[in-house]
């Protein structure tokens, strides 16, 4: 099983950027499709960005399409979410989790457990 920690959050002002990233235990890393997830304050947590074992394919949530990049590097067991161009709604707890199989089903899935996520804060 993979173990999973998110990292790079903080403040940022609107119209600014950040690169979260999520780094796994386990040696069977590149095997996983991976997805980035964020919950705000008094919503359920969403999808964000999903993204293939090899890195080939890429999925994201309209809502941050354009503005936001799902990246992976399997020699070091992290994938990255780059966030350009941040907005007020943006701000929640960003999550990452994985599971065996395509990227395309990762927003779908049902994950059993979740990581402390990393906070990200934009402000306006």
């Known amino acids: 099983q993979v173990q999973l920690v998110e990292s790079g959050g903080g403040l940022v002002q609107a119209g600014g950027s950040l690169r979260l990233s999520c780094a796994a235990s386990?040696?069977?890393?590149?095997?996983?499709?991976m997805g980035w997830f964020r919950q705000a304050p008094g919503k359920e947590r969403e999808f964000v960005a999903a993204?293939?074992?090899?890195?080939?394919?890429?999925y994201y949530a309209d809502s941050v399409k354009g503005r936001f990049t799902i990246s992976r590097d399997n020699t070091k067991n992290t994938v990255y979410l780059q966030m350009n161009s941040l907005k007020p709604e943006d701000t929640a707890v960003y999550y990452c989790?994985?599971?065996?199989?395509?990227?395309?089903?990762?927003?779908?899935?049902?994950?059993?457990?979740w990581g402390q996520g990393t906070q990200v804060t934009v402000s306006s």
């Open positions: 989790n994985g599971q065996s199989g395509p990227a395309a089903i990762i927003r779908h899935a049902d994950f059993g457990s």
């Open positions: 386990g040696r069977t890393f590149s095997s996983y499709a």
């Open positions: 993204i293939s074992g090899s890195g080939g394919s890429t």
